[in-house]
């Protein structure tokens, strides 16, 4: 996949609290963690309610529709191994139906020149290798 950085390079380590996202994503779904005690969703995933320091949540799916919040275009490989790949195209990507939560992704599939703040996207998969997989985004 063009825009991504190559499979040698990325390293998902999931803990307690995020393997069930890394779980959802390889089977191409996304999921929001929300806090049964308050309903404030949480991403990333985190140990402890931000708004009510509760540990109890609960895994909502969502449709990966978002709108480009923020973005940056790599085009100076720091890592060698990332040279191929460039320019990269780094968005933080606002899901809609959350209460403001981000999630960092890269853009692919379009030139850099054509990527705004507020633009709408929509969830790709990046399946890096057998049963991993990283949420990428595409313009819609």
């Known amino acids: ?3 991504v950085p190559p499979a040698d390079v990325i390293r998902l ?3 307690v609290w995020t393997e069930p996202f890394w779980r959802a994503t390889a089977e191409h779904r996304m999921v929001v963690p929300r806090c049964t005690a308050c309903g ?4 990333p995933p985190t140990p402890f309610c931000p708004s009510c320091a509760s540990q109890d949540l609960e895994w909502v799916e969502h449709d990966g529709r978002g709108t480009i919040y923020s973005f940056t275009v790599i085009r ?3 890592i060698p191994d990332v040279l191929d790949a460039l ?6 990507v606002e899901l809609p139906g959350t209460g403001g939560c981000r999630l960092v992704g890269n853009v692919v599939g379009v030139a850099p020149e054509e990527v705004r703040i507020s ?3 929509t969830v790709d998969w990046y399946d890096v290798r057998e049963g991993e997989t990283v949420p990428v985004f595409r313009l819609a």
């Open 87 to 92: 320019p990269l195209i780094a968005a933080v």
């Open 13 to 15: 380590m999931p803990n």
């Open 1 to 3: 996949m063009q825009g």
């Open 76 to 78: 100076h490989a720091v």
């Open 119 to 121: 633009q709408e996207v």
């Open 40 to 43: 404030t969703f949480r991403l």
